[in-house]
């Protein structure tokens, strides 16, 4: 805690350097508003870096942030679950109602990190939420849930949905290097690689992907 604001405001200083063409957009996790999260930890995300949970579309795209701390331990804030979950249904009607291309899903824990029906651990869901929310999700025709939190590399499969569960630029907790994924959504896939910053910096991403992006272009 008593390094808090000096790191994000070392944080702010590099984003600054961020070529101003790309959005940026925050995902809330357990290091920024706790494990078990408390209104008061939750407004202060919000004060420094937007929303806890959010939409947005992008060509026809509609994606959805998640504040799955909420989903992990809500016993300090019940009434902040409840309006995320109420808020989540709404979205899900609209996205129904626009017939949009995909729906994708960023959150900070993953649902699963390799079966949907693995045990608990501190890495996933708790089983009854978590298949709640992955019928929820399957019935509403999401493809993909994109995940930090494990500092791994992992995921699997849920009945068409596909869970990415992608390692950390820092913080390395397993054998990956230490990298970012790369996703290209198309009107037909989703198409994602990991890459570690050595070979981004010596040779860029592949050309089966360049040449998906010159398409969408």
Not at 68 to 75: E, H, T
Not at 152 to 173: D, H, K, T
Not at 177 to 192: A, Q, S
């Amino acid at each position: 805690t008593q390094w808090r604001k000096d790191q994000e405001q070392d944080l702010k200083n590099v984003l600054k350097n961020t070529d101003q063409g790309i959005p940026l957009v925050f995902v809330s996790g357990n290091h920024d508003i706790g494990n078990t999260p408390t209104r008061e930890t939750i407004d202060n995300y919000c004060k420094n870096w937007g929303d806890d949970y959010f939409s947005f579309w992008v060509g026809g795209v509609f994606f959805l942030v998640l504040n799955s701390q909420l989903y992990f331990d809500s016993s300090k804030c019940p009434e902040l679950k409840q309006a995320q979950d109420v808020w989540l249904n709404e979205q899900l009607a609209v996205a129904e109602e626009h017939k949009c291309k995909h729906i994708i899903v960023f959150q900070h824990i993953p649902l699963f990190l390799r079966k949907p029906d693995e045990d608990h651990d501190y890495f996933n869901l708790e089983k009854s939420v978590r298949q709640e929310i992955m019928e929820k999700f399957h019935k509403a025709g999401i493809k993909a849930v994109f995940s930090g939190h494990y500092h791994r590399n992992a995921g699997g499969f849920y009945r068409g949905l596909e869970m990415v569960v992608s390692s950390a630029i820092g913080c390395q907790l397993g054998e990956d290097p230490h990298g970012l994924r790369v996703v290209v959504v198309t009107d037909e896939k989703i198409v994602h690689r990991y890459y570690s910053l050595n070979e981004l910096s010596s040779q860029g991403i592949e050309k089966e992907l360049l040449d998906m992006l010159a398409k969408q272009n």
